[in-house]
């Protein structure tokens, strides 16, 4: 069957408009990614930010004197699960003496953002923290620093948004969910697009305070014998 000069022109027209749409929506995301940290960098004595090929911001604060690495990253590996905003808080404070740990919520094996893949020494997981939880250690000195801060670990996990801790010798750090992906552009055209605004001053000055607690247990964990 034979297709018109004049359907072709039409079809050729349609799709250009099609892309033109998806190329201008796509620059809007762009845009709309840039701004997610703004509103929280008026908890930072001082900051910096930067942006990604993806558009996603990162930002690198200073508070009371310690280094504050923030990053927005988007996970869409998860199968049978809309893509995922996660929201990466790490405080880079040197924690001499403890053995490092990592713990990860609900895992998939598909968490490339994850440092507990990268430990090895098995933790027991206690009663108290939620059921679909590993907690990898860097060697057998991770039990005594891990039982150590275990109570504010069990605060903060009772947080249901919360991905992954990890408490090494350079640092603390804290993943937690900052949004979900839309269902309709993800089945249709497996597209992460996430509609909130950006991360709000209550969602980052709430796990800058979980930081806080954490430190302070680590700290105090250092300098008592058995946990060196």
Do not use: N
Request: hydrophobic share 45%.
């Amino acid at each position: 069957m034979q297709v018109s000069l004049s359907a072709v022109v039409i079809i050729s027209s349609v799709m250009g408009t099609l892309a033109w749409l998806a190329l201008r929506e796509h620059r809007r995301q762009l845009i709309r990614r840039r701004l997610l940290l703004d509103d929280c960098s008026q908890l930072f004595d001082s900051h910096a930010v930067t942006c990604g090929g993806d558009g996603f911001p990162r930002l690198l604060g200073s508070r009371a004197g310690r280094t504050v690495d923030v990053r927005l990253i988007s996970d869409g590996m998860t199968i049978r699960r809309l893509p995922q905003l996660w929201l990466q808080v790490t405080e880079l404070v040197p924690l001499e003496g403890l053995g490092g740990f990592s713990i990860l919520v609900r895992p998939s094996g598909y968490e490339f953002f994850s440092l507990t893949s990268r430990f090895h020494h098995v933790i027991e997981v206690p009663p108290s923290f939620p059921r679909e939880v590993i907690i990898r250690g860097e060697d057998a000195r991770s039990d005594a620093c891990f039982k150590a801060v275990c109570v504010p670990l069990a605060r903060i996990l009772d947080d249901a948004c919360v991905k992954e801790i990890a408490l090494t010798r350079r640092g603390l750090r804290i993943i937690r969910q900052a949004d979900e992906g839309r269902r309709g552009e993800y089945l249709l055209l497996r597209q992460a697009t996430f509609d909130r605004d950006g991360v709000s001053v209550e969602m980052m000055a709430h796990v800058l305070r979980e930081l806080d607690a954490l430190r302070a247990a680590a700290v105090v964990a250092s300098r008592e014998p058995e946990a060196a």
